[in-house]
């Protein structure tokens, strides 16, 4: 059980909008429809934003998305603000009841 | 709506056995939720240690099997989680969280986390 790949740095200005990529095999994130995405903030827990692939929880603003693609998943964040600067983590389910995470993304408002 | 809360030393001695109780409150430990431990060290991306179910089920990660131990206390509604042989490589923040997984699959609320030193 690998962890999933996800680039260590994204930057946007204030407004835009910026993707996250997670790269798996097809025994986690291609294999399943079981992605999620987590915010941490310093300091504190992870937050689930997306779950599912696509799915938000009640509370989480509309202006982050997720999709997948075979064994590939992204996070996007649109209309940028001062506080989604966190670091963000994809998760995928990787059969027999077993999880793995992503390497983790820090986002960057210019 | 449900919180939890990790509790347990802050200080293991290398080979030493690890040793964390996440107490479960506003809502029971008997649902269809599993319960889990995760980690995550210092600048590091979070891994998952493994879930139990209130049945006593546990699924565990398979780098950690060997020294993992996962239980359920249901008349306490907490879990807990061993960790044995100890390393300064288990230095982490550990985090227990409940996780959603009839048709889904997502960790949601999680635990504030509390940082374990592997030390001498």
């Known amino acids: 059980q690998s962890a999933l790949t996800q680039p260590a740095s994204v930057s946007g200005s204030p407004g835009q909008s910026i993707t996250i990529s997670c790269t798996g095999t097809s025994s986690d994130v291609g294999g399943y429809t079981y992605v999620s995405w987590y915010q941490q903030h310093p300091g504190k827990a992870p937050k689930v934003m997306i779950y599912?692939?696509?799915k938000r929880p009640s509370g989480v603003s509309s202006r982050f998305s997720g999709s997948k693609s075979g064994n590939a998943a992204s996070l996007t964040i649109s209309g940028l603000q001062a506080d989604d600067e966190a670091d963000y983590y994809c998760?995928?389910?990787?059969?027999?009841?077993?999880?793995?995470f992503g390497e983790g993304t820090k986002v960057t408002v210019l | 709506q449900v919180q939890l809360q990790e509790s347990g030393p802050g200080l293991v001695k290398p080979s030493g056995t690890l040793s964390l109780t996440c107490t479960i409150s506003?809502?029971?430990?008997?649902?269809?939720?599993?319960w889990t431990w995760v980690r995550q060290p210092p600048g590091k991306g979070p891994e998952w240690i493994g879930d139990t179910f209130h049945s006593g089920n546990t699924n565990y990660n398979p780098s950690l099997k060997s020294r993992v131990t996962i239980s359920v206390d249901k008349s306490k509604n907490q879990f807990s989680l061993k960790l044995s042989s100890v390393t300064a490589a288990d230095t982490a923040v550990y985090y227990c969280?409940?996780?959603?997984?009839?048709?889904?699959?997502?960790?949601?609320?999680w635990g504030q986390g509390t940082l374990v030193t592997v030390s001498s």
């Open positions: 998760c995928s389910y990787a059969g027999s009841g077993t999880v793995v």
């Open positions: 506003g809502g029971s430990i008997i649902s269809s939720h599993w």
């Open positions: 969280a409940s996780h959603a997984v009839t048709g889904t699959d997502w960790f949601d609320p």
């Open positions: 599912d692939v696509s």
